[in-house]
Protein backbone atom coordinates (compact mmCIF):
# COMPACT_ATOMS: atom_id res chain seq x y z
CA UNK A 1 0.00 0.00 0.00
CA UNK A 2 1.21 3.55 -0.49
CA UNK A 3 1.43 5.90 2.30
CA UNK A 4 -0.29 9.19 2.10
CA UNK A 5 2.91 10.72 2.52
CA UNK A 6 3.91 9.57 -0.46
CA UNK A 7 1.12 10.40 -2.48
CA UNK A 8 1.09 14.14 -1.77
CA UNK A 9 4.09 14.77 -4.18
CA UNK A 10 2.40 12.84 -6.87
CA UNK A 11 -1.08 14.93 -6.15
CA UNK A 12 0.12 18.44 -5.82
CA UNK A 13 2.18 17.99 -9.11
CA UNK A 14 -1.29 17.33 -10.86
CA UNK A 15 -2.96 20.62 -9.58
CA UNK A 16 -2.98 23.56 -11.74
CA UNK A 17 -0.79 26.26 -10.39
CA UNK A 18 -2.46 28.88 -9.10
CA UNK A 19 -3.28 32.06 -11.04
CA UNK A 20 -1.89 35.23 -8.99
CA UNK A 21 -3.42 38.83 -9.61
CA UNK A 22 -0.99 42.10 -8.86
CA UNK A 23 -2.84 44.65 -10.15
CA UNK A 24 -2.71 47.65 -7.23
CA UNK A 25 -5.53 46.92 -4.98
CA UNK A 26 -8.31 47.23 -4.70
CA UNK A 27 -8.08 46.49 -8.49
CA UNK A 28 -6.59 43.28 -7.82
CA UNK A 29 -9.30 41.91 -5.04
CA UNK A 30 -11.91 42.82 -7.54
CA UNK A 31 -10.14 41.12 -10.43
CA UNK A 32 -10.08 37.89 -8.59
CA UNK A 33 -14.39 36.89 -9.56
CA UNK A 34 -13.61 38.48 -13.03
CA UNK A 35 -10.85 35.61 -13.66
CA UNK A 36 -12.40 33.12 -11.77
CA UNK A 37 -15.47 33.58 -14.23
CA UNK A 38 -13.67 33.91 -17.30
CA UNK A 39 -11.36 30.33 -16.44
CA UNK A 40 -13.93 28.33 -14.73
CA UNK A 41 -12.61 25.52 -11.92
CA UNK A 42 -9.32 25.33 -13.54
CA UNK A 43 -7.00 27.11 -10.94
CA UNK A 44 -6.96 29.08 -7.46
CA UNK A 45 -7.34 32.41 -8.31
CA UNK A 46 -5.39 34.89 -5.58
CA UNK A 47 -4.82 38.65 -5.27
CA UNK A 48 -0.86 38.89 -3.83
CA UNK A 49 1.25 41.74 -3.18
CA UNK A 50 3.04 42.26 -6.37
CA UNK A 51 6.43 43.27 -3.89
CA UNK A 52 6.06 38.70 -3.26
CA UNK A 53 6.73 37.57 -6.44
CA UNK A 54 10.46 39.05 -6.10
CA UNK A 55 10.80 36.31 -3.58
CA UNK A 56 8.20 33.31 -5.09
CA UNK A 57 9.46 30.01 -5.94
CA UNK A 58 6.25 28.13 -6.71
CA UNK A 59 4.96 27.89 -10.35
CA UNK A 60 2.15 30.09 -11.29
CA UNK A 61 0.40 31.99 -13.49
CA UNK A 62 0.42 35.66 -13.11
CA UNK A 63 -1.03 38.53 -13.95
CA UNK A 64 -1.83 42.45 -13.56
CA UNK A 65 2.33 42.68 -13.16
CA UNK A 66 3.78 46.01 -13.44
CA UNK A 67 6.06 45.76 -16.67
CA UNK A 68 9.46 46.71 -14.92
CA UNK A 69 8.50 43.47 -12.17
CA UNK A 70 7.87 41.59 -15.63
CA UNK A 71 11.42 42.63 -16.64
CA UNK A 72 13.29 41.93 -13.36
CA UNK A 73 11.70 38.68 -13.15
CA UNK A 74 12.68 37.94 -16.73
CA UNK A 75 16.35 38.71 -16.23
CA UNK A 76 16.36 36.12 -13.47
CA UNK A 77 15.38 33.50 -15.65
CA UNK A 78 11.99 32.84 -13.80
CA UNK A 79 9.33 33.50 -16.58
CA UNK A 80 8.57 30.64 -19.31
CA UNK A 81 8.65 31.89 -22.73
CA UNK A 82 5.06 31.46 -24.40
CA UNK A 83 3.56 32.91 -27.25
CA UNK A 84 0.77 34.66 -25.93
CA UNK A 85 -2.16 37.55 -28.02
CA UNK A 86 -0.05 37.48 -31.45
CA UNK A 87 -1.88 40.23 -32.33
CA UNK A 88 -0.35 42.79 -29.78
CA UNK A 89 1.92 45.08 -31.09
CA UNK A 90 6.49 44.40 -30.32
CA UNK A 91 5.74 47.03 -27.69
CA UNK A 92 3.35 45.29 -25.73
CA UNK A 93 5.66 41.99 -26.07
CA UNK A 94 8.66 40.91 -23.64
CA UNK A 95 11.71 39.48 -25.42
CA UNK A 96 11.70 36.49 -26.48
CA UNK A 97 8.15 36.06 -25.61
CA UNK A 98 8.34 36.05 -21.98
CA UNK A 99 5.41 38.20 -21.47
CA UNK A 100 2.58 40.30 -22.68
CA UNK A 101 1.42 43.78 -21.72
CA UNK A 102 -2.43 43.96 -22.88
CA UNK A 103 -3.13 46.85 -19.88
CA UNK A 104 -2.62 50.33 -19.74
CA UNK A 105 -2.68 52.62 -16.24
CA UNK A 106 -3.05 56.24 -16.71
CA UNK A 107 -2.36 58.16 -13.37
CA UNK A 108 -4.29 61.09 -12.36
CA UNK A 109 -3.93 63.67 -10.00
CA UNK A 110 -6.99 63.41 -7.39
CA UNK A 111 -7.82 66.13 -5.53
CA UNK A 112 -11.01 68.13 -3.45
CA UNK A 113 -12.31 70.44 -5.16
CA UNK A 114 -13.53 71.77 -2.14
CA UNK A 115 -10.00 72.14 -0.98
CA UNK A 116 -7.88 72.74 -3.98
CA UNK A 117 -9.29 74.90 -6.54
CA UNK A 118 -9.14 73.71 -10.55
CA UNK A 119 -6.86 77.11 -11.25
CA UNK A 120 -4.62 75.90 -8.60
CA UNK A 121 -4.23 72.19 -9.64
CA UNK A 122 -1.04 71.85 -11.28
CA UNK A 123 -0.90 70.58 -14.94
CA UNK A 124 2.56 69.76 -15.46
CA UNK A 125 5.56 68.38 -13.50
CA UNK A 126 7.04 71.11 -12.53
CA UNK A 127 3.71 72.73 -11.53
CA UNK A 128 3.37 69.37 -9.21
CA UNK A 129 6.90 70.26 -7.67
CA UNK A 130 6.45 73.80 -6.77
CA UNK A 131 2.63 74.19 -5.82
CA UNK A 132 3.22 75.52 -2.77
CA UNK A 133 -0.28 74.80 -1.62
CA UNK A 134 1.28 71.30 -2.05
CA UNK A 135 4.01 71.20 0.62
CA UNK A 136 3.27 68.45 2.94
CA UNK A 137 0.10 67.38 1.09
CA UNK A 138 1.06 65.42 -1.91
CA UNK A 139 0.76 62.02 -2.19
CA UNK A 140 2.97 60.19 -4.31
CA UNK A 141 3.45 56.41 -3.20
CA UNK A 142 7.39 55.68 -2.29
CA UNK A 143 9.05 53.77 -5.27
CA UNK A 144 9.19 50.83 -3.56
CA UNK A 145 5.85 50.69 -3.70
CA UNK A 146 4.83 52.01 -7.38
CA UNK A 147 7.37 53.65 -9.21
CA UNK A 148 5.67 54.25 -12.27
CA UNK A 149 5.01 58.02 -11.69
CA UNK A 150 8.86 58.46 -10.74
CA UNK A 151 10.26 56.77 -13.82
CA UNK A 152 7.82 59.12 -16.36
CA UNK A 153 8.87 62.13 -14.69
CA UNK A 154 12.37 60.94 -15.26
CA UNK A 155 11.74 60.05 -18.93
CA UNK A 156 10.04 62.98 -19.95
CA UNK A 157 12.77 65.13 -18.71
CA UNK A 158 14.92 62.76 -20.49
CA UNK A 159 12.76 62.72 -23.74
CA UNK A 160 13.09 66.93 -23.68
CA UNK A 161 16.64 66.85 -23.71
CA UNK A 162 16.97 68.23 -20.29
CA UNK A 163 19.60 65.19 -18.88
CA UNK A 164 19.19 62.75 -15.77
CA UNK A 165 20.39 66.02 -13.61
CA UNK A 166 17.34 67.80 -14.49
CA UNK A 167 15.46 64.72 -13.78
CA UNK A 168 16.75 64.12 -10.48
CA UNK A 169 16.31 67.93 -9.38
CA UNK A 170 12.71 67.30 -10.15
CA UNK A 171 12.91 64.37 -8.12
CA UNK A 172 13.96 66.33 -4.98
CA UNK A 173 11.68 69.11 -5.31
CA UNK A 174 8.72 66.26 -5.43
CA UNK A 175 10.33 64.29 -2.20
CA UNK A 176 10.74 67.85 -0.70
CA UNK A 177 7.04 68.57 -1.73
CA UNK A 178 5.28 65.00 -0.63
CA UNK A 179 7.79 64.99 3.02
CA UNK A 180 6.59 61.21 3.58
CA UNK A 181 5.31 58.62 1.28
CA UNK A 182 2.00 56.92 1.83
CA UNK A 183 2.31 52.61 2.10
CA UNK A 184 -0.46 52.47 -0.82
CA UNK A 185 -2.44 53.82 -3.52
CA UNK A 186 -5.41 53.22 -0.79
CA UNK A 187 -3.84 54.72 1.91
CA UNK A 188 -3.22 58.58 -0.59
CA UNK A 189 -6.71 57.82 -1.73
CA UNK A 190 -8.45 57.92 2.18
CA UNK A 191 -5.49 60.72 2.90
CA UNK A 192 -6.97 63.20 0.15
CA UNK A 193 -10.79 61.96 0.77
CA UNK A 194 -9.72 63.06 4.46
CA UNK A 195 -8.66 66.12 4.22
CA UNK A 196 -4.98 65.14 5.01
CA UNK A 197 -3.86 65.59 1.63
CA UNK A 198 -4.45 68.28 -0.81
CA UNK A 199 -3.49 65.81 -3.97
CA UNK A 200 -2.39 62.02 -5.32
CA UNK A 201 -1.23 61.07 -8.73
CA UNK A 202 -2.80 57.90 -8.51
CA UNK A 203 -3.98 55.42 -10.96
CA UNK A 204 -7.84 56.56 -12.23
CA UNK A 205 -8.94 52.88 -11.87
CA UNK A 206 -8.23 53.28 -8.27
CA UNK A 207 -9.78 56.28 -7.95
CA UNK A 208 -12.84 54.95 -9.52
CA UNK A 209 -13.00 51.77 -7.31
CA UNK A 210 -13.55 54.43 -4.68
CA UNK A 211 -11.66 52.29 -2.20
CA UNK A 212 -10.57 54.58 0.75
CA UNK A 213 -12.54 57.44 -0.31
CA UNK A 214 -15.65 58.97 1.97
CA UNK A 215 -19.19 58.79 0.10
CA UNK A 216 -20.32 62.30 1.28
CA UNK A 217 -16.82 64.00 -0.38
CA UNK A 218 -16.55 64.79 -4.03
CA UNK A 219 -13.29 63.91 -5.38
CA UNK A 220 -11.53 65.31 -8.89
CA UNK A 221 -8.84 63.77 -11.08
CA UNK A 222 -6.84 65.88 -13.76
CA UNK A 223 -3.99 65.07 -15.91
CA UNK A 224 -0.39 66.13 -16.47
CA UNK A 225 0.68 67.54 -19.83
CA UNK A 226 1.49 64.35 -22.05
CA UNK A 227 -0.31 62.07 -19.54
CA UNK A 228 1.38 59.48 -16.81
CA UNK A 229 0.85 55.77 -17.87
CA UNK A 230 1.89 52.61 -16.44
CA UNK A 231 2.00 48.97 -18.54
CA UNK A 232 0.75 45.96 -16.97
CA UNK A 233 0.83 42.47 -18.39
CA UNK A 234 0.54 38.65 -18.28
CA UNK A 235 3.12 36.12 -18.00
CA UNK A 236 3.94 32.77 -16.62
CA UNK A 237 6.35 31.96 -13.34
CA UNK A 238 8.33 28.88 -13.46
CA UNK A 239 7.21 25.76 -14.57
CA UNK A 240 3.16 26.34 -14.91
CA UNK A 241 1.21 25.57 -17.64
CA UNK A 242 0.32 28.32 -19.74
CA UNK A 243 -3.11 27.18 -20.35
CA UNK A 244 -4.52 29.90 -18.23
CA UNK A 245 -2.17 32.53 -19.18
CA UNK A 246 -3.50 31.88 -23.05
CA UNK A 247 -6.93 32.26 -21.84
CA UNK A 248 -6.85 35.50 -20.22
CA UNK A 249 -4.62 36.84 -22.93
CA UNK A 250 -7.21 36.61 -25.49
CA UNK A 251 -8.46 39.78 -26.67
CA UNK A 252 -12.01 38.72 -25.26
CA UNK A 253 -10.52 38.35 -22.03
CA UNK A 254 -8.31 41.52 -21.97
CA UNK A 255 -11.53 43.51 -22.96
CA UNK A 256 -13.12 41.77 -20.06
CA UNK A 257 -10.80 42.86 -17.39
CA UNK A 258 -10.03 46.32 -18.80
CA UNK A 259 -13.59 47.17 -18.59
CA UNK A 260 -14.41 45.26 -14.89
CA UNK A 261 -11.60 47.33 -13.63
CA UNK A 262 -11.01 50.49 -15.39
CA UNK A 263 -8.29 49.92 -17.12
CA UNK A 264 -7.66 50.75 -20.97
CA UNK A 265 -6.78 48.86 -23.84
CA UNK A 266 -3.02 49.70 -24.99
CA UNK A 267 -3.62 50.07 -28.43
CA UNK A 268 -4.53 53.33 -29.19
CA UNK A 269 -2.25 54.83 -25.99
CA UNK A 270 1.07 53.41 -28.20
CA UNK A 271 1.87 57.26 -29.29
CA UNK A 272 1.72 58.51 -26.12
CA UNK A 273 5.25 59.87 -25.51
CA UNK A 274 4.95 58.47 -21.23
CA UNK A 275 4.37 55.20 -22.79
CA UNK A 276 8.21 54.73 -24.90
CA UNK A 277 10.07 51.87 -22.95
CA UNK A 278 12.57 52.57 -20.49
CA UNK A 279 14.83 49.57 -20.64
CA UNK A 280 15.26 47.57 -17.35
CA UNK A 281 19.03 48.95 -17.09
CA UNK A 282 18.31 52.50 -16.95
CA UNK A 283 15.11 52.39 -14.74
CA UNK A 284 17.09 50.63 -11.78
CA UNK A 285 20.08 52.81 -12.14
CA UNK A 286 17.58 55.79 -11.83
CA UNK A 287 15.83 54.10 -8.68
CA UNK A 288 19.28 53.44 -7.38
CA UNK A 289 19.81 57.17 -7.92
CA UNK A 290 16.44 58.09 -5.98
CA UNK A 291 17.68 55.74 -3.23
CA UNK A 292 21.28 57.78 -3.01
CA UNK A 293 21.01 60.85 -3.66
CA UNK A 294 17.25 62.26 -3.50
CA UNK A 295 14.90 59.93 -1.09
CA UNK A 296 14.50 62.34 2.45
CA UNK A 297 17.07 64.77 0.85
CA UNK A 298 14.65 67.20 -0.92
CA UNK A 299 12.82 67.79 2.16
CA UNK A 300 16.07 68.14 4.30
CA UNK A 301 17.64 70.59 1.65
CA UNK A 302 13.88 72.65 2.01
CA UNK A 303 14.17 72.66 5.98
CA UNK A 304 17.32 74.30 5.88
CA UNK A 305 16.02 76.94 3.26
CA UNK A 306 13.27 77.25 5.73
CA UNK A 307 15.81 77.84 8.73
CA UNK A 308 18.25 80.37 6.63
CA UNK A 309 14.71 82.21 5.86
CA UNK A 310 14.13 82.21 9.75
CA UNK A 311 17.83 83.07 10.49
CA UNK A 312 17.92 85.98 8.02
CA UNK A 313 14.69 87.60 9.15
CA UNK A 314 15.99 87.70 12.57
CA UNK A 315 19.59 89.01 11.91
CA UNK A 316 17.76 91.88 9.95
CA UNK A 317 15.26 92.59 12.95
CA UNK A 318 18.13 92.55 14.97
CA UNK A 319 19.54 95.02 11.53
CA UNK A 320 16.20 97.10 11.99
CA UNK A 321 16.04 97.77 15.90
CA UNK A 322 19.80 98.77 15.94
CA UNK A 323 19.24 101.22 12.99
CA UNK A 324 16.80 102.36 15.22
CA UNK A 325 18.12 102.87 18.24
CA UNK A 326 20.82 104.46 16.24
CA UNK A 327 19.12 106.75 15.00
CA UNK A 328 16.42 107.50 17.80
CA UNK A 329 20.12 108.27 19.74
CA UNK A 330 21.13 110.92 17.30
CA UNK A 331 18.33 112.48 17.05
CA UNK A 332 18.42 113.45 21.16
CA UNK A 333 22.07 114.13 20.82
CA UNK A 334 20.85 116.31 17.94
CA UNK A 335 17.99 117.89 20.13
CA UNK A 336 20.13 118.55 23.77
CA UNK A 337 22.94 120.35 21.31
Not at 101 to 106: C, N, S, Y
Not at 149 to 154: K, Q, R
Not at 270 to 294: G, I, K, M, Y
Not at 310 to 331: K, S
Amino acid sequence: MIGAAALLPLFLAQQPAPVLIAFPEPLATAAVPVVQRLLGEVAAVLAVDPVSLATRTEPAVIVGVAELTLQRLQQADRLRPVQLAAELPPRCRGPGGAFVLPFAVRYVLVHRPALLATPAVPATWDALALEPLLHDRLGLCDPSIDPAPWLAAMAQRVRDGDGERAGQALWTTLDARAGSYPRSHQAALAGVAEGRLLAALLPRAVLRSGAGATPAVELAEAELADGVFALAGIAVLGDASPAAAERLATPAAVTELTRALGLEPVAPLLDRPSLARVDLARAESWLQLFETSVRSRGRSAESVADWLDVVFGLVFLIFVVFAWLWLRRNERHDAIA
